[in-house]
C-alpha cells in the first residue's frame, strides 16, 4: 500500500502564494518522478510540474511563478505557488512514479484564487 498525503491548498486571493505538500509512504520501490498536476471544473487534468533527478518540467501557464521541489529523505514533494491568478483555481493532485511501475495518485487538494 502506498500512500500520498497532500497539503497546503485553500483559498487566497490574486497575486498571493501557497506551498503544496505532498508526503509518499509505504511500499514503493524507490521513487525516480514527482508531480503536480490539476483539474478545474469542466476541464481535463493536465500537468503543472514535475521533478526527476534534479531536471525539472513545468506547463508554460506556471512557469516563473511555480517552483517544483523534493526532499528524497522524506519522499516529499512540494509546489511553491507565487503570483497566484484566478485561472489557477484547480484541485491540485500529487504523482508518484517508482522504478517498479507503480504510478499513484494523491487526493487531491483545492486551490481556491478569488478575491
Known amino acids: 500500500q502506498v500512500q500520498l498525503v497532500e497539503s497546503g491548498g485553500g483559498l487566497v486571493q490574486p497575486g498571493g502564494s501557497l506551498r503544496l505538500t505532498c508526503a509518499a509512504s509505504g511500499s514503493m520501490v524507490g521513487i525516480y518522478d514527482m508531480g503536480w498536476y490539476r483539474q478545474a471544473p469542466g476541464s481535463q487534468r493536465e500537468l503543472v510540474a514535475r521533478?526527476?533527478?534534479?531536471?525539472?518540467n513545468y506547463a508554460e501557464s506556471v512557469t516563473g511563478r511555480f517552483t517544483i521541489s523534493r526532499d528524497n529523505a522524506k519522499n516529499t514533494v512540494y509546489l511553491q505557488m507565487n503570483s497566484l491568478k484566478p485561472e489557477d483555481t484547480a484541485v491540485y493532485y500529487c504523482?508518484?512514479?517508482?522504478?517498479?511501475?507503480?504510478?499513484?495518485w494523491g487526493q487531491g487538494t483545492q486551490v481556491t484564487v478569488s478575491s
Open positions: 521533478i526527476s533527478h534534479g531536471i525539472t
Open positions: 504523482n508518484v512514479l517508482d522504478y517498479s511501475g507503480g504510478d499513484y
